[in-house]
């Protein structure tokens, strides 16, 4: 975008703006700004945000997510049927295989985490996935661990398994870089609330994984640390911002990972990697701990190698925090035989018209998206059409409320340290100052109404369904599309990605459910059936990195 292209009261306000905060800009930045065409976002917001909305009491005064479910009476996750075949592979196997072979102590938690820090030295550098390893502090819970499962005391599904969390989760003993060489560089002293239940739960966290910059790309593009290569082709992108955690899961480094969706950064990467990855309802997990981007929008959630796994992590993380007054009462999650419940009867809308205009997808991903449609029908959903042009719309509001949080957040990192900060994540947050004063309000009135309208167009359904992504993962360090993954965010809906094929060049391509606040139990369940009986249960998944699909030779 030129000067001649974007209003010139923009781009006064823009240094006016930037002047008044003492931000140290340069007219170097205002180029880059323009050039990566981000004042298209301010464009689209003005556009968007007409008269038909100010009669609107913004949404943060409403009530949206004060009803939650009752807590579901539960089973453990040991209380599952036996293993499907997909289970009883060690390598790439799932928590849920893994869980049982650890409390029989057929294999022990020192044995698991030595194999995964080895796969972790073998292939994380040329993969990229992990900001720190933490091999002495593994080995010492692993210890641990082992023998409070020698001595009977073996606590659930989590004890003994390696896992990995983003590394915008503060854990004692670490700096948490959120990605930028900008950031404290001090020794945490504390835990996030996520870590401690991990670590409650008997995890093995084995190390932090990479990110793009202060979790503001939806690609892995980082100007300090590098991208994250993804493990089905190197020559391509994991997706961001949570592209280690991705990495790592699908590569078969740990059995989950942490990651954080602001905009889709949980479920673009999980989508573009082939593994699944859940958004829960905006509440569920506390973020008490986690580097904020946009306090409305942030979400914390698994990244699993099954939708099983995904189920137990929720588990493990959900409910009220008293240090996160965004959690709710009663938003506790219990792993039952409900996963396993099916898909009849089930009323899911997929969504014909998103409100863009254009095709949902290219050829590929529309083929592998009917393709686990389908395997839906086969099982009894019942499947309906819906035209939803509101989510055109929520993402651009989306894009506005993100951009003037995480501006907010770190004014004072760009006051201070702007110099510090790489040119993809500074532009992005400078572009902020580009809105017009009572643009935040006005953005929670439009979100108020759309919230309204998408309310009663799910009226008739149970949940939603998109394709995860419009196209494969691009190649390395570019950014993806946010365009069905971002209107979830403004909503605060939950919303998972489960793999259902490949496209050409070897990238995985996802299907994404969506749901109404709190319907995380049907969200699995239904996952669940596209995991076991759609296209994908017949790709090879346990490790990419071992089928040479990995080359970079291929599909770059």
């Known amino acids: 975008m030129s000067d001649a292209a974007v209003p010139g009261r923009i781009l006064d306000r823009l240094r006016a703006n930037l002047h008044a905060a003492g931000i140290p800009f340069t007219e170097v930045d205002i180029d880059g700004i323009l050039e990566k065409n981000f004042l298209s976002s301010v464009l689209e917001f003005e556009s968007l945000a007409n008269d038909a909305y100010l009669a609107a009491a913004p949404d943060y005064l409403g009530a949206w997510g004060d009803e939650a479910e009752a807590e579901l009476p539960g089973a453990n996750l040991l209380a599952f049927p036996p293993p499907t075949d997909s289970d009883t592979q ?64 073996y606590i659930g599904g989590l004890h003994g398994v390696p896992v990995a969390v983003k590394d915008l989760l503060a854990l004692t003993g670490t ?31 084995i190390g932090k994984t990479t990110l793009a910059e202060l979790a503001y790309s939806p690609g892995s593009n980082n100007a300090h640390y590098g991208p994250t290569r993804n493990p089905w082709n190197l020559a391509h992108d994991t997706g961001g911002s949570s592209s280690g955690s991705a990495a790592a899961v699908a590569a078969d480094l740990v059995y989950a990972a942490l990651g954080s969706d602001t905009g889709g950064s949980i479920r673009i990467p999980a989508a573009q990697c082939g593994i699944v990855g859940l958004k829960p309802t905006y509440g569920r997990i506390s973020m008490h701990g986690v580097t904020p981007l946009a306090w409305s929008l942030d979400h914390l959630g698994p990244m699993t190698r099954g939708v099983s796994d995904a189920a137990l992590l929720l588990e493990v993380l959900a409910g009220r925090d008293p240090r996160d007054p965004r959690t709710r009462v009663g938003t506790t999650y219990r792993v039952s035989a409900e996963l396993e419940a099916g898909a009849r009867g089930v009323r899911i809308g997929i969504v014909r018209n998103d409100g863009t205009g254009t095709t949902l997808g290219t050829p590929e991903v529309l083929a592998a998206w009917h393709n686990g449609i389908e395997a839906l029908e086969r099982q009894g959903a019942d499947i309906v059409e819906l035209d939803l042009p509101e989510l055109s719309a929520l993402r651009i509001v989306n894009n506005a409320i993100l951009v003037l949080e995480a501006a907010a957040y770190h004014e004072k990192r760009l006051c201070e340290r702007l110099h510090m900060v790489g040119e993809f994540a500074r532009h992005r947050l400078l572009y902020a100052y580009a809105h017009a004063p009572g643009a935040f309000v006005r953005a929670q009135q439009i979100r108020a109404v759309l919230r309204g309208r998408m309310q009663e167009a799910i009226e008739e359904t149970d949940l939603l369904c998109t394709p995860s992504m419009p196209a494969p993962a691009p190649l390395l360090g570019t950014p993806s599309s946010t365009r069905y ?30 749901g109404p606040p709190w319907t995380e139990a049907r969200l699995l369940q239904i996952a669940r059936v596209v995991e076991l009986e759609g296209p994908w249960r017949h790709v090879q998944q346990a490790n990419p990195t071992s089928q040479g699909a990995s080359s970079d030779t291929q599909g770059g």
């Open 485 to 514: 993954t971002a209107p979830f965010n403004a909503l605060g809906w939950p919303a998972v990605t489960v793999p259902v094929g490949l496209a050409s060049g070897n990238l995985p391509l996802g299907l994404q459910l969506i």
């Open 90 to 153: 060690l390598d790439g196997a799932s928590i849920r295989r893994i869980s049982r072979l650890l409390e029989r102590r057929e294999i022990s938690p020192v044995e698991l985490t030595r194999a995964a820090l080895d796969r972790v030295a073998e292939r994380n550098p040329s993969l990229n996935a992990f900001q720190v390893v933490l091999e002495r502090e593994a080995f010492a819970a692993a210890r641990v661990a082992e023998r409070a499962i020698a001595d009977g005391d």
């Open 175 to 205: 700096p948490t870089t959120a990605g930028s060489a900008s950031s404290d560089p001090g020794i945490v002293r504390h835990d996030s609330s996520a870590v401690d239940r991990l670590r409650r739960a008997g995890a093995m966290i």
